[in-house]
């Protein structure tokens, strides 16, 4: 069988793009820091999500709240990268970030398992040396499509996808507890398109649900300790 028989879907031709480092370049806002908890995080904020405010019910924000960065960008069929790194720090730990490095590590040296919802990811490089990046040889022509792709103990990972299905996505560790801890940050894809497809009827049920949650979280009686944090996880 040739190489081209053996190609399992059509060949992608990867551009150029520009540079944004989470948790590293300023927008008009920035995740809070994390507390004194142990915690994953995607750069220096682990995610914490919000019940009873999912993004779908925001589209018509034009400025988001403090502890949201989000970056617009609206090209249909564009495409966007991530460059994530396991580097250790002095102290000996290290923990997955966006490069460049951020301050010292949280957990033990991990391998850490990244999926994101709604595409697949183009694998454009990956290595086991985080501090080697700038030798990568990126794979832009047919690179190989991922469901998951694997991020190597103190290694990088590069990967690309297209923007070809708006949507409010998760991007996340798959070991669970390290999703649970705050390893995932959410991808808002094409916001004004996706506002299109979410009408106020098919947000009803979600208005009804969210505003439901409010009022038994508001109770406090409701807890089973109300004197502790109510949620103490990323909420995924």
């Not at 995610?47 to 970056?71: E, H, R, Y």
């Not at 966007?80 to 790194?85: A, K």
């Not at 406090?220 to 109300?226: A, D, G, L, V, Y």
Request: proline share 7%; charged share 20%; hydrophobic share 35%.
């Amino acid at each position: 069988m040739s190489q081209a028989d053996a190609r399992t879907h059509k060949p992608d031709q990867i551009p150029d793009t520009e540079r944004f480092i989470i948790g590293k370049d300023k927008y008009e806002s920035s995740p809070a820091l994390g507390d004194s908890f142990s915690w994953w995080s995607l750069g220096e904020n682990p995610l914490s999500l919000n019940f009873s405010d999912p993004t779908i019910i925001n589209l018509n924000n034009t400025k988001w709240k403090a502890d949201c960065a989000v970056v617009p960008e609206e090209r249909k069929d564009g495409w966007v990268y991530l460059v994530i790194t396991v580097p250790e720090t002095p102290d000996g730990p290290i923990r997955p970030i966006l490069i460049p490095s951020c301050a010292s590590g949280a957990f033990e040296k991990s391998t850490h398992f990244l999926h994101l919802y709604g595409h697949d990811i183009a694998l454009l490089a990956q290595g086991t040396n985080a501090s080697r990046t700038s030798e990568a040889t990126l794979k832009f022509d047919n690179p190989p499509p991922r469901d998951v792709a694997l991020l190597p103990p103190g290694g990088y990972l590069i990967i690309a996808s297209k923007t070809d299905n708006t949507g409010s996505w998760l991007f996340h560790c798959h070991i669970a507890w390290h999703a649970s801890s705050g390893l995932a940050l959410q991808i808002l894809e094409r916001q004004q398109d996706l506002k299109k497809l979410m009408t106020e009827e098919r947000l009803a049920e979600a208005r009804r649900v969210c505003a439901n949650w409010d009022t038994w979280f508001k109770n406090k009686t409701n807890h089973w300790n109300s004197s502790n944090p109510f949620q103490d996880d990323s909420g995924v």
